[in-house]
């Protein structure tokens, strides 16, 4: 039975939007993910580390039949593919994939915790998210996507670039 996730995108090294955009077509392609729907592209200062280019962010929301392992096994393998590369914690990337939710599943082992532990921490992550999924429960809060962004601490700078009914 197919579950529904949610994953974060970004990217701040070379074509930021077309990086993306390939992260979307080798998970569309994969033939284990069905793209359900992707917010918009938002432009994100640099969080933790801030001598880097803005980020390009957005969220898809997928459904797969994978298990949450899996599909963290799939992200990461189209990470590689595009060229990312191991460098330090919150440093510049061509592409990053985070798994954010995954169905109302809370996880914790090595490699992988679910939901995201710095999901209500981060505007670039929560933006995005309110915007296709604005009612959705944390599933260890319990607050929705809307209410966690209206109390994140994090004041960085978050900008749609396509702004309702420019997609």
């Not at 580390?49 to 803005?54: C, D, F, I, P, T």
Request: proline letters at 6%; a negative charge.
């Amino acid at each position: 039975m197919a579950t529904e996730a949610y994953l974060g995108l970004g990217s701040n090294l070379g074509s930021r939007i077309l990086n993306c955009y390939r992260a979307i077509y080798q998970l569309h392609h994969s033939g284990s993910v069905a793209l359900v729907e992707r917010s918009s592209f938002y432009e994100t200062e640099p969080y933790g580390y801030e001598e880097q280019n803005r980020f390009i962010n957005l969220v898809l929301k997928i459904r797969t039949d994978l298990s949450p392992q899996a599909l963290l096994c799939l992200t990461q393998s189209v990470e590689k593919s595009l060229g990312r590369e191991v460098s330090f914690r919150w440093g510049p990337r061509v592409i990053d994939i985070d798994l954010l939710l995954f169905g109302d599943e809370q996880i914790e082992e090595e490699g992988l915790v679910i939901p995201h532990p710095q999901l209500h921490l981060r505007r670039f992550v929560l933006y995005p998210l309110a915007e296709i999924a604005p009612d959705l429960r944390h599933p260890a809060l319990g607050k929705t996507i809307s209410e966690l962004l209206q109390t994140c601490p994090d004041r960085k700078e978050v900008r749609n670039l396509e702004p309702r009914g420019k997609r």
